[in-house]
């Protein structure tokens, strides 16, 4: 059974309401009738390296803070990414071995919730997953300020396509 890690950081009620549309999708019964999707939701604070090894896929989620991810995913990031396959040269820039390490090529999804600008927070994450060499499988999902009912939908959608990806 293929298992997806939904790793985010859910303070607000937008952030909580797009999580839940995420885990919705995933566990979307289309998706989970053919070979199931072991669905695994963690804190960004509680995310561990051994969680990011055992999945096949990952849906991450966080706000975007004056112009950067939340606090709580860099941390998931900082305590994780060399445990997991990352690699850095001496400079602090992704190194050689960039892209190859255990985690590679796994597919990954992204949303963020912000009220002014989601540019920074979007590269910031974009960056280090790049480093991770692990491949997009769904279109960034943005949403700036308050939720609409299209913002919901995209969300189940964001879910339940990584989760599919993980059926193949």
Known sequence: MSRLLIVHHS????????????????HDEDVQAGTPVEVVVRPALEATADDVLAAD???????????YMSGALKHFF??????????????????????AGTTAGRPYGLWLHG??????AERSVQS?????????????????????????????????????????
């Open 11 to 26: 303070p607000s009620r937008s952030m909580q309401a797009l999580l839940e549309q995420v885990v919705s999708g995933a």
């Open 128 to 168: 280090i997953v790049g480093a991770l060499g692990w491949r997009q499988g769904y279109d960034v999902l943005g949403v700036l300020g308050d939720l609409d009912e299209a913002a919901l939908e995209a969300a189940y959608a964001l879910g339940a396509t990584i989760a599919a990806l993980l059926t193949d």
């Open 115 to 120: 009220r002014y600008d989601l540019t920074g």
């Open 57 to 67: 896929g990952y849906v991450l989620g966080t706000t975007a803070n004056f112009g």
């Open 78 to 99: 900082d305590s994780t990414f060399l445990a997991v396959g990352g690699a850095l040269d001496p400079s602090g820039a992704p190194g050689e071995d960039a892209g």
